[in-house]
C-alpha cells in the first residue's frame, strides 16, 4: 500500500505564482519523520526539509514553505513566487523507525515553470 | 566535504550480462541504502546496510540481484543476469550514525538493458 500520497502529477504555473505541492501521508508509528527533495532534470535529489512526527511547527525558507499538520496527515509544500528554475520533480517521502527509517517516497510532481 | 559518490553514471548492456555498480558514502556515514528508481516514479528501498551488515534487504530480487559492504565503507550492487525490466536508475544514498536523520544521495547509475 502507497503510504505517501502526492495526488497531484504534474503542475504548470507562470513564472511569479505561488503553487503549493500535496503530500498525504499514513503510519502506524508515533515517531516517524517527512522529507521533501528536488529532483531537476540533471536527476540528482537534494533534499529540502525534514521534519519530525513531534514538531507540527510550519517552516520557512526564503521562498518556501511547509505546512505539517497531524489531523490531516499532511505536509503540503509552498513555494511562493515561483522561479522557472524550480521546475523539476518535486518528491515527499516518509521514515517510519519500525523501518530503519528508510525513506518511502510518493510518486513526485512535476512542476513546471514557465516565463 | 564530498558528497555520495557513484559509478559508473550511465551503463547500457544487453540482456543476460552482468552488471555492478559501485557507491562510496559520505566519511563516518554508517548507514548505506541503495534505491530503484523507475522513470515517473520514486525511489524505491531495495537494501538497507549498518556498517557492513544488510538489515533490510526485504525488497531485493535475491534471484538476480546481489549486494555487499566490505568492510563496512564502499558497497556494491550486482545484477546477474540483467533483463529488460532492469532498466532504471539506481541511486545509492548515507545517512550519518543516527538513522533517523537526512539522507544524502548520490547521483545514481543510469542502466539501460537493450
Known amino acids: ?115 | 566535504e564530498a558528497g555520495v559518490v557513484q559509478s559508473p553514471r550511465y551503463k547500457i548492456i544487453e540482456k543476460k550480462q552482468p552488471v555492478a555498480f559501485w557507491c562510496n558514502p559520505i566519511s563516518g556515514h554508517n548507514t548505506l541504502y541503495w534505491y530503484l528508481q523507475n522513470l515517473g516514479q520514486g525511489p524505491e528501498l531495495l537494501i538497507r546496510y549498518e556498517n557492513e551488515e544488510a538489515v533490510d534487504d526485504s525488497q531485493l530480487p535475491k534471484d538476480r540481484f546481489s549486494a555487499e559492504r566490505l568492510k563496512g565503507v564502499d558497497s556494491t550492487l550486482k545484477i546477474q543476469p540483467a533483463e529488460l525490466g532492469d532498466s532504471a536508475v539506481y541511486l545509492c544514498a548515507s545517512s550519518s550514525p543516527r538513522g533517523s536523520g537526512e539522507q544524502f544521495f548520490g547521483p545514481g547509475t543510469r542502466l539501460t538493458v537493450l
Open chain 1, 1 to 115: 500500500a502507497q503510504k505517501v500520497t502526492q495526488a497531484q502529477t504534474e503542475i504548470s504555473v507562470v513564472e511569479k505564482e505561488d503553487v503549493t505541492l500535496d503530500c498525504v501521508y499514513e503510519t502506524r508509528d508515533t515517531t516517524y519523520y517527512l522529507f521533501w527533495y528536488k529532483q531537476p532534470p540533471s536527476g540528482e535529489l537534494v533534499f529540502l526539509i525534514r521534519r519530525n512526527s513531534f514538531d507540527e511547527q510550519n517552516e520557512i525558507s526564503g521562498r518556501y514553505s511547509w505546512n505539517f499538520q497531524k489531523s490531516t496527515s499532511s505536509f503540503n509544500f509552498t513555494i511562493t513566487a515561483s522561479q522557472v528554475v524550480d521546475s523539476a520533480v518535486y518528491f515527499c517521502a516518509l521514515s517510519e523507525a519500525n523501518s530503519g527509517y528508510a525513506l518511502n517516497f510518493g510518486k513526485g510532481t512535476s512542476l513546471l515553470v514557465t516565463p
